[in-house]
């Protein structure tokens, strides 16, 4: 019987239009579940609207010159296995989409730490969501997307928070436990919450309130 294998894609987008949904995949890594780097490449986009460096890391000139997506595709394919492959990440439902990966043709299934580690609210009767930044900070102590976002560095990390908080019900429950508590007494820094926006590129796909692009969003 084959054993699973967890690995974590993590993808940056670029800005093709002032909208949040103007998005096109610019770079890409795939992390293996020791850690290990199994792919980093720059996709090219033409249509560049924005680089959005400041999140993502590259510059115009790096995306330009970067490879086809469907070659970086085809190579994250060939990473995968249809019967064995777990994709684990921060709503890795994303960056699957942007791969144009299928579950069942390409991987096995997703774990979604945001989902594994949500926390009930009971003032509010629903649950908090937290971010792959607050997660790092709360259970490992670490800092990350300070400044430009790394894929790599991002995939490792996710794949760090599942095997020491997530992989088992009791680490699960002490994890959950934890970020509840930093939630309630106010300890993740103030700009944990805050989204960046990248001069006037919309970023409220989440935020009906405060999106003024116009494009559909989701409360």
């Not at 976002?149 to 088992?168: C, G, N, W």
Request: hydrophobic share 35%; net charge neutral; glycine share 6%.
């Amino acid at each position: 019987m084959a054993h699973s294998r967890y690995i974590s894609i993590d993808v940056e987008a670029c800005a093709t239009g002032r909208g949040h949904n103007d998005r096109s995949p610019c770079q890409v890594a795939v992390v293996d579940d020791d850690g290990t780097l199994l792919l980093n490449e720059v996709i090219c986009v033409n249509d560049i609207y924005d680089p959005m460096t400041s999140l993502t890391g590259v510059t115009r000139e790096q995306i330009l010159a970067g490879k086809p997506f469907e070659e970086v595709r085809e190579s994250v394919i060939q990473i995968l296995c249809p019967r064995t492959s777990i994709i684990v990440g921060c709503r890795p439902q994303g960056d699957v989409k942007w791969m144009q990966l299928e579950e069942g043709i390409h991987f096995a299934s997703i774990v979604d730490l945001s989902d594994l580690l949500k926390a009930w609210n009971d003032r509010y009767k629903n649950y908090n969501f937290f971010s792959l930044r607050k997660m790092a900070y709360g259970l490992l102590g670490t800092t990350i997307q300070d400044a430009a976002h790394s894929p790599v560095i991002d995939a490792q990390i996710s794949l760090e928070i599942y095997r020491k908080h997530a992989s088992d019900p009791v680490r699960m429950k002490s994890a959950i436990k934890k970020l509840s508590r930093m939630t309630y007494k106010r300890e993740f820094p103030e700009d944990m919450g805050k989204t960046v926006i990248v001069g006037d590129i919309c970023s409220y796909k989440f935020n009906p309130k405060k999106c003024f692009c116009g494009q559909p969003t989701f409360a």
